[in-house]
């Protein structure tokens, strides 16, 4: 992780306007900080996010970071609210769909929106595992048992496939 931060961190010394860069820094950071439980790093992460967008306004994947940063910090609303613009940026994004959905159940206790949230991510990618898993969470919870099992057989399925070595 401290070497792809030291990238880039290069790549941002070489050309400061490189929005992507300025992502990748945050997203990098964001995901350090929440493995180590620093606060700060998310904070860190959350400056550099807005640089990003502040560069460009477009970038799906800023406002997903960002998003998650704002979640962490327990800027709930505000998290949910990027989470959203990056859904407007990139609808056909399936990861988009699946860090929204788990925000709103998680953070909201949106357990319906949320599963048509998850429906959509693996509409656009079948093969997205973690949607699959998260999807028979919530249908047992909502007492959709049949529809809990079938997306959990899914999920199994693909994660075996992964470890396997034949596929990922």
């Known amino acids: 992780m401290d070497r792809a931060i030291s990238l880039f961190v290069r790549a941002i010394t070489i050309d400061p306007s490189y929005a992507t860069a300025w992502s ?26 807005r640089r990003a967008i502040e560069l460009h306004p477009g970038l799906a994947n800023a406002h997903v970071w960002l998003g998650g940063v704002l979640l962490q910090l327990g800027e709930i609303d505000q998290g949910i609210a990027e989470l959203k613009i990056a859904q407007e940026l990139e609808p056909e994004n399936p990861d988009v769909h699946q860090t929204l959905a788990r925000a709103l159940w998680l953070f909201r206790g949106m357990v319906p929106e949320g599963i048509g949230e998850l429906r959509r991510s693996i509409a656009l990618n079948p093969e997205g595992g973690y949607s699959h898993l998260q999807l028979s969470m919530l249908e047992a919870l909502s007492g959709n048992l049949d529809e809990a099992e079938v997306a959990a057989r899914h999920a199994i399925e693909l994660q075996e496939r992964a470890m396997s070595g034949t596929e990922g």
Do not use: C, D, V
Request: aromatic share 8%; net charge positive; hydrophobic share 50%.
């Open 24 to 49: 990748a820094l945050g997203g990098a950071l964001y995901l350090k900080g929440q493995f180590l439980g620093m606060r700060e790093l998310a904070q860190k992460a959350m400056q550099h996010l």
